[in-house]
């Protein structure tokens, strides 16, 4: 949709949909057992601006930097719009953040205020903190016949006077975001309205074939910017979405809300192919042997293509029947209209890859950093090439240095962190940021991320280990969740996995003889995944964690990356007594098979 030049701010859009789209639905949301409810755009902006008189009452104006922590729902988009319009800056503050780094990012970005959505997320901001964070607000909500919706208050801590910090606000300042904290505490970084609608176009301009008339499904935390910005995309096309409260019920509101495209990161796409695999597993012997014919065709095919091989005649024949009796309705997993699906945040393994664009659901990866607003490069329709993140996005000028490392400048790169120090990294003096990020450009300008420059350790051999390859191969392990290849100053590389689904069979493996079988069943399945790298890469030892890693432990990133220093400490003392055992032992992909049961495996329940 063309919006009028004048309309240059998130608030105007808003103003414009209310007026020009007033009867279409602008959300749906609802509690996490009850039925979708449905806002209009006029109800919605109407609810805004009761909220925004409701804060001004409050004591919040103009220049705010409000944070808000809670999860996704109706009263996270009314609060960030009704601070919108006051004039204030919106702090996305994740509910998942453990304790100690929730404190670090509060205290480090000056709020005027909180907004949360009920008095247990109150309880969860230490108290020195809360006593900086100036008024604390608990907005909720409630059906009202004639708005829709009505928006209610409740002041828990008003402001304390105090000297004012010095610092002048930047009056165009729209949302602060958080950098994704893989090895450190993620520091905050302002983007403008200006650079919030710029990401807008130039994400728009990817999917131009969209229907406006299908919803979106908003399920990754509202605190995180790719999902922010796509939520402020639905606003510039008035277009619904779908607000889920519970990411865990992602599934089944994808069979009821039938998306059009569907964001995700690389393991929602991997559990979503392993439930796949696992109903097809489980099916009748005669349906189960269709299956495995049906996806082999569809493989084969796809890496026909990837390898730039035509298909042949009897492939295309082939493909036709085994679309017909399978592909067409694992497709369906995603509802009867899905056409896109699209990755962000982290490396999609080639296997789950492979897996989509066999049953005819290419997966376009995304690459970016919290730094640029604007995605760096992006797979489209039209222009996909599989084992990159695509061509660059207009308006970013990459190139890559000497070292390998990916540099990006341009309108949508930040300025720099907020309330920094001198030695904070920043922009450097030609505007370049310098993601940390290794990769390259090939003949055709798609751009492909090998791994990041901090990832690489030294063996105690001397050798140093680029750890991306090694977890790309073992990431084709279908019970593999998230993992971490690790070994700073060991002999051997060591992998930790986690692997929660393996929990019931380990459990279920009571006798020593149930047990050997079991460990041998994981050893071959990992070293048949690294056979094909070279044996001085391949791990020689694997920590098997039988839960999931979490951000409340500091394992994760908001955005589900793994912070690989931390789950290293984490488990230190496994890996230390791991190093013990693999003397002599070869390591995992060995030619020589392990005893059994395998010394090169470990568990951790």
């Known amino acids: 949709m063309s919006l009028p030049s004048k309309v240059q701010t998130l608030p105007s859009i808003l103003a ?55 999860a996704n729902g109706i009263a996270w988009e009314l609060s960030q719009h009704a601070v919108f319009m006051l004039g204030g800056t919106v702090v996305g503050l994740d509910p998942l953040y453990a304790p100690t780094t929730l404190s670090m990012v509060m205290s480090g970005c000056e709020l005027t205020g909180v907004i949360v959505f009920d008095a247990k997320s109150v309880e969860r901001i230490p108290a020195d903190i809360l006593s900086l964070s100036g008024t604390v607000i608990v907005v909720t909500t409630s059906r009202d016949t004639t708005m829709g919706i009505a928006p209610r208050i409740e002041v828990v801590q008003a402001a304390r006077p105090g000297p004012p910090s010095g610092r002048v606000r930047d009056p165009d300042s729209a949302i602060v975001v958080f950098s994704s ?59 619904c979405s779908h607000l889920l409260e519970d990411p865990r019920q992602v599934v089944p509101a994808i069979a009821e809300v039938e998306p059009e495209i569907m964001i995700g990161v690389p393991i929602f796409f991997d559990r979503v192919r392993s439930g796949m695999t696992e109903r097809l597993a489980s099916a009748r012997p005669g349906i189960r042997g269709i299956a495995s014919w049906a996806l082999q065709c569809a493989r084969r095919a796809a890496e026909s293509e990837a390898e730039g091989r035509p298909i042949t005649l009897s492939q295309r024949a082939k493909l036709r029947i085994a679309d017909h009796l399978v592909l067409r309705r694992l497709r369906q997993t995603f509802g009867r209209r899905i056409r896109y699906l699209v ?77 920094a120090d001198a030695d904070t990294p920043s922009p450097d003096s030609e505007g370049y940021w310098h993601t940390g990020d290794l990769g390259s450009i090939d003949d055709s300008g798609f751009l492909r991320v090998v791994g990041r420059k901090s990832d690489a350790f030294k063996l105690s051999t001397g050798k140093w ?72 890469i391949r791990p020689g030892g694997v920590l098997l964690v039988l839960s999931a890693f979490s951000i409340a432990n500091g394992e994760l990133t908001a955005n589900l990356k793994v912070r690989r220093r931390a789950v290293e400490s984490r488990y230190d003392e496994e890996l230390s007594a791991l190093c013990s055992l693999l003397d002599g032992a070869g390591g995992v992909g060995a030619k020589s098979p392990p005893p059994k049961p395998s010394p090169l495996v470990r568990i951790r329940r």
């Open 16 to 70: 414009l949909q209310a007026s020009r789209n007033p009867t279409m639905p602008a959300f749906r949301f609802r509690s996490v057992d009850g039925p979708w409810l449905t806002v209009t755009w006029l109800q919605f902006g109407t609810a805004v601006t009761e909220l925004a008189r409701m804060l001004e009452q409050a004591g919040l104006r103009d220049g705010a930097r409000i944070g808000i922590l809670g």
């Open 181 to 239: 904290g893989t090895t450190g505490v993620p520091k905050p970084i302002a983007y403008s309205h200006a650079q919030t609608l710029l990401a807008v176009k130039e994400i728009l301009a990817r999917f131009p074939d969209l229907d406006r008339q299908v919803p979106l499904l908003c399920w990754l935390p509202l605190s995180n910017l790719f999902q922010r910005v796509i939520n402020f995309c639905a606003l510039h096309e008035a277009m």
């Open 343 to 419: 990755s962000g945040s982290a490396p999609l393994s080639t296997s789950t890859g492979l897996h989509f664009r066999a049953i005819g659901l290419p997966i376009f990866e995304a690459y970016g950093v919290s730094e640029n607003i604007v995605p760096i490069a992006m797979n489209q329709p039209g222009s996909c090439r599989p084992g990159t993140v695509g061509r660059i996005m207009p308006g970013n000028e990459v190139r890559i240095d000497l070292d390998g490392e990916i540099l990006v400048r341009g309108p949508g790169v930040f300025r720099g962190y907020l309330n």
């Open 465 to 536: 280990i680029a750890p991306s390859e090694v977890e790309s191969a073992l990431r084709a392990v279908p019970w593999v969740d998230h993992l971490a290849v690790v070994g700073s100053g060991r002999k051997n590389p060591l992998a930790i996995i986690s692997a929660p689904s393996l929990r019931s069979f380990y459990e279920a493996s009571e006798h020593e003889d149930a047990m050997d079988a079991f460990m041998d069943r994981v050893a071959k399945e990992l070293a048949a995944a690294v056979e094909g790298l070279a044996s001085s």
